[in-house]
Structure formats: C-alpha cells, structure tokens
C-alpha cells in the first residue's frame, strides 16, 4: 500500500531551527510538496521537490532523497507565525496527491 | 500564482437542507478538481476527485448520492451536501489542478467552507 510518515507533533523555540521529516513508500514518484496548513484555514503551498538535493526559499529549505524515500522540511529562525500544521504530499504514478497526516509544529518564545 | 476561489467561506443551515459550495478557478483553466473534507486537528481527506465533462470519482466510504459533484465547466465545481445532518459539520476545502500546475500535480487551493449542521 501506499505510505507517508511524518511525525505528529514537534515544539521548537522562537529563533531556533527546526526539522521536519517525511517518509514515503508510494507506487511510483513524480514529486513531493510540503504544504503549510494554519487551524480552519486552507493549506499553502511551500516547495516542490522532483530531482534529489536540496532547494532553498528563503526561511524554508526542503530536502529529497528518492533511493531513500525521504524528505525533509527545514524552517530556520523561526517566528510564532510558523506555528502550524506541515502537511507532506507525493505525486504518485498516477499524478495523485498522496498526503502524510502532517506535523503540528508548535513555537514557544 | 493561481487562484482558487471558494465560495462560501462558512454556512449555518438546518439538519435535513441541502447545500451547495462552489470552487473556481479564477485565472486557470482547472481540468481537474478535488474535494477535500478535514475535521478537527485531521489531515485532508480526500472526497471525490472531478474532471471536467464527466462523473466525479468517488473514495472508498464517500456517499456519492450525499455529497452531489458537478464540474460543468472548466472554472467551477461545486460539492451539494443533501439532507445534511450534524455529522456532515466539517471543514470542506476544494483544489484544482491545470494549466497552471502543468503536470507536475501541483493543486491550488480554495480557501475552505465550514459548514455547520444544525
């Protein structure tokens, strides 16, 4: 079947680094999205990652690695605003979207 | 980037009504729609997945006589909840992949209805 693990819930201190990991074990691979979700709000999107390596965006960097079927999302310096869900996403041979359960991320000052 | 707009943004109505949330494309032609319901500190899940022209697909446990999906157009679907009761309370989101997204799968989103059944 198909899978995708991140981790439920992680805390992380204002300014500081934070980690987010993703799993995946799909039939096939066009693709993985990392989505930001705020409470009773739609997602947003944050990056989108085909080719291994990693792609930086400003705070946001993600990171994939196929033959591993992983994925990270790296938030640096981070503000009480980052507080949110971060939902990983892979694009499977039939160009469906398969979704982790996604990782609520809290910030404390 | 490309927009999706949903419409409305939130609904009150009576156990038993029926309701009706539109999604469009403002600025893309949406080949494809997908309707998403998300209950409370839950991740999407996925409803039905709609091309244009042609019947909704259904997931595994979705009442398709429920929860009615046109997508008429390439700009608009819309998701009528029928006869809704108070367990339909949910968090509906709409997203739409097309032109914009080219094939990489990437989905725009609506900004989501909170519908709340009386």
Redesign the interface.
């Known amino acids: 079947g198909q899978n995708i693990d991140q981790p439920t819930e992680m805390t992380a201190t204002e300014g500081a680094i934070v980690q987010i990991n993703c799993t995946y074990q799909t039939s096939g691979f ?2 993985l ?1 990392w989505y930001q979700q705020h409470a ?6 944050l990056s ?1 990652n ?1 080719l291994d390596g990693l792609e930086e965006k400003g705070r946001f960097s993600s990171f994939l690695s196929r033959s591993k079927g992983y994925s990270y999302l790296l938030l640096k310096e981070l503000q009480m605003k980052d507080s949110a869900s971060y ?1 990983c996403a892979v ?1 499977d041979s039939n ?3 398969i ?4 990782t ?1 991320l809290i910030i404390k000052p | 980037g490309a927009v999706v707009s949903q419409h409305p943004s939130r609904v009150i109505c009576k156990s038993g009504t029926s309701v009706k949330i539109e999604c469009r494309s403002l600025d893309f032609q949406a080949t494809t729609m997908f309707w998403y319901r998300q209950f409370p500190k839950q991740s999407l899940m996925l409803m039905a997945t709609s091309n244009e022209g042609s019947k909704a697909t259904y997931e595994q446990g979705v009442e398709k006589d429920k929860f009615l999906i046109n997508h008429a157009s390439l700009t608009l679907s819309t998701l009528t909840v029928t006869s809704a009761h108070p367990e339909d309370s949910s968090f509906y989101i709409c997203s739409a992949r097309g032109i914009a997204g080219g094939d990489t799968g990437e989905l725009f989103f609506g900004e989501g209805s909170r519908l709340t059944v009386l």
Request: hydrophobic fraction near 45%.
């Open positions: 066009n693709g999205f009773g709000e739609a997602p947003t999107f989108y085909v939902l694009v160009y469906q979207l979704w982790g359960a996604g609520k």
